[in-house]
């Protein structure tokens, strides 16, 4: 078993590979560059892992918020941080540093001169070392949020991103739940159109959704299981145009009072449907998370992907891109995937989340799932050395989970090889239609 794994792994840690999601920065000149290595590591992931552990919220915020000595911070989170160490997200950061470093762990012996050196990358050129070079990723699909070039760089990723790195996918979050008075304007402004009525919005959102894939964009991501059910019910124009009323009874304020913006389930479900349409006509992917939601808290069963049934069959033209390979719902996803012809398995984050859960999902989902319909890899990280890591658990996960099928005689090693260039490249190069873009 172990010689069919090393002869797996030797070609699968080799390969050239498609990204299928990040939110690194749009542009590396607009890397935070005020930092060090535990602000920045612990910006994304590792650090719920501490808290959850113990970590008091105010202590952590000195980590990120405080000018402290690196020795000084390390302190603070020891501790939990051995506690956490060998969870998904605690061993990509010791698989990073060693490398991207040549430092065997994060610990008290190592931290001062790993952030002499973590300090060194903050010259322009790291990225492409990292991503093209160490990495072997081709392209990275960047969740963007913005289209317009004039952006806050601390706050959005535009669609003006480093094409040399990534292929946008633009999120419509806030054409579906505006939350904020600002998010109306953003969109007024960069569709052109003043929202004056509930036709006016279909209509701006109509036009960004053209202008997205005019610059580019590879597909469409909707986040919002993070604020509400996965369930986008048929609902009538007439009730989601009374819910988009009351918001605009507000546009009046002045602006020194807060414009409340509460989007109702209504509104959002006619919304997203009315986007699906567009998508159903032009044959477009949509990206969506469900499962985990990152964070330290939140309602779980909003994420579940049976609740998504009833769009796969009323848009059979859409190809649904499932994240995060719906952990802890990945037995649901097995059923939709092998269901649904536009159901499609993506496995970003996951190899993080729960490395044992993504190799047994891999194995069950070669018994039972079309291999064309399964993506290995997304970083989905906010920090470009997470990458690194998580591209290497990747890889290891799925050697190991096609040397269990080797094993079995499903088939043999050659063919194991064939396939593991099916997950990481030909199928999402496929599925979001790269050939077409090059």
């Known amino acids: 078993m172990e010689n069919i794994f090393e002869e797996i792994f030797d070609y699968v840690k080799d ?7 990040e939110h690194l920065p749009s542009r590396e000149e607009l890397r935070d560059k005020d930092t060090d290595i535990l602000k920045e590591y612990l910006s994304h992931y590792f ?3 501490l808290i959850s552990s113990g970590l008091p919220v105010e202590d952590y915020q000195q980590i990120v918020e405080k000018k402290l000595p690196i020795m000084d911070k390390w302190k603070i989170v020891e501790k939990y941080w051995e506690s956490s160490r060998f969870t998904g997200y605690g061993r990509a950061l010791d698989i990073s540093v060693q490398g991207l470093y040549g430092i065997e762990k994060i610990d008290a012996s190592t931290i001062e001169e790993l952030n002499s050196r973590f300090l060194k990358t903050l010259e322009p050129g790291y990225f492409k070392k990292v991503l093209k070079e160490k990495c072997r990723i ?3 699909l960047l969740n963007v949020e913005t289209l317009a070039e004039d952006h ?5 990723r535009s669609m003006h991103c480093d094409r040399d790195l990534y292929s946008p996918v633009y999120s419509i979050s806030d054409c579906i739940f505006p939350n904020q008075w600002s998010a ?7 569709s052109g159109i003043a929202i004056t009525s509930f ?3 279909l209509e701006a959102v109509g036009s960004l959704i053209d202008k997205a894939y005019r610059l580019g964009a590879v597909a469409l991501k909707n986040p919002l299981a993070y604020q509400r059910t996965l369930k986008y019910e048929r609902t009538s124009r007439s009730s989601a145009e009374e819910e988009f009323n009351s918001i605009l009874k507000v546009k009046h304020y002045p602006d020194w009072i807060i414009k409340p913006v509460i989007p109702g389930k209504n509104f959002q479900d006619y919304v997203f449907h009315f986007i699906l349409d567009i998508a159903n006509k032009n044959d477009l992917v949509i990206q969506i998370h469900t499962g985990i939601q990152e964070g330290n808290g939140n309602i779980l069963s909003n994420s579940n992907p049976e609740l998504l049934s009833n769009l796969f069959l009323e848009y059979p033209n859409v190809a649904f891109d499932i994240f995060h390979i719906s952990y802890p719902y990945q037995n649901e996803l097995t059923v939709l995937a092998k269901n649904y012809p536009n159901v499609y398995i993506d496995m970003c984050w996951a190899h993080i989340v729960s490395p044992n859960s993504s190799v047994e999902s891999l194995v069950e989902w070669i018994d039972t799932v079309p291999l064309n319909k399964i993506s290995a890899f997304g970083g989905d990280y906010l920090f470009v050395d997470g990458v690194y890591g998580h591209q290497y658990m990747a890889r290891l996960g799925v050697a190991k989970a096609l040397s269990i099928k080797v094993k079995e005689k499903i088939f043999d090693i050659d063919k194991a090889k064939q396939i593991s260039k099916m997950l990481f490249y030909d199928n999402p190069r496929q599925i979001f239609g790269l050939d077409k873009k090059t």
């Open 184 to 190: 109306i304007e953003k969109l007024e402004k960069q």
């Open 47 to 49: 650090n719920r892992d």
């Open 138 to 140: 081709e392209t990275s």
């Open 15 to 21: 390969l050239g590979i498609i990204d299928t999601h």
């Open 199 to 201: 036709e006016r919005w």
């Open 152 to 156: 806050d760089p601390l706050q959005e």
